[in-house]
């Protein structure tokens, strides 16, 4: 059973950028949103989140299957525009690869050498300690308990020059948010605007490109 919050500051503090004062922004029928002042991240407090067995049970029915045409069709749309902007024999890291990797797969197509990590199916330490050319992330930084922790660690990860590939949906302008398919999904904990990559973007010296609502390119300038 999930715990009430210990102060109002722990369901307002956000886990991105820190700022005390985050809003209710919506009251779902389990959890509740909160949207942060100062880098428009909208979040479920850390006493609303699923333990970590229950997160991975839900992960474990997952059927992401690397040869399923349509998948590759999704997959595609960060694929393609992120290897036009890579030099022959670049080396890589898919942050969060789940169970059934594709991105590697489909980036060794276009010729370059991808690792997997994820924390519960890939779970090799060592691979956090390179240095990496590019580093793709798709539909995982939603999921972050942490993202603060989380976006230092891609900074150390990626080279300077070297791109992140972000495939997450943007909570854009207009959403209903009350009918958001992309919030039922109890894993989804972080909902990311433009305005939040801009803002992270700043943060970390990144040169963000928004390849429609849910594909993200953004390159370390420093």
């Not at 990797?101 to 390179?130: K, T």
């Amino acid at each position: 059973m999930v715990q009430e919050p210990r102060s109002l500051s722990d369901a307002t503090s956000c886990p991105l950028c820190l700022a005390v004062g985050a809003v209710l922004f919506h009251e779902g029928r389990c959890r509740p949103f909160y949207r942060c002042p100062g880098c428009a991240l909208v979040f479920v407090p850390r006493a609303w989140h699923l333990s970590p067995e229950e997160e991975k049970r839900r992960y474990d029915h997952h059927r992401n299957d690397p040869a399923d045409p349509g998948y590759r069709r999704f997959l595609d749309r960060l694929v393609r525009p992120l290897a036009a902007r890579l030099q022959p024999g670049q080396r890589g890291i898919d942050f969060g690869c789940g169970p059934g990797p594709a991105v590697s797969r489909m980036m060794g197509e276009h010729g370059f050498s991808v690792a997997d990590y994820d924390i519960f199916y890939a779970n090799d330490p060592s691979l956090l300690e390179q240095g990496y050319d590019f580093l793709t992330c798709t539909e995982v930084v939603e999921h972050f308990r942490a993202p603060r922790g989380e976006w230092a660690r891609f900074m150390a990860l990626v080279r300077p020059g070297g791109w992140l590939g972000i495939m997450t949906q943007l909570l854009e302008p207009g959403v209903d948010f009350s009918n958001w398919y992309y919030k039922n999904d109890e894993t989804h904990v972080n909902f990311y605007s433009r305005e939040t990559f801009l803002y992270l973007a700043r943060r970390h010296a990144l040169s963000p490109v928004f390849e429609g609502s849910s594909v993200i390119l953004l390159r370390r300038l420093k």
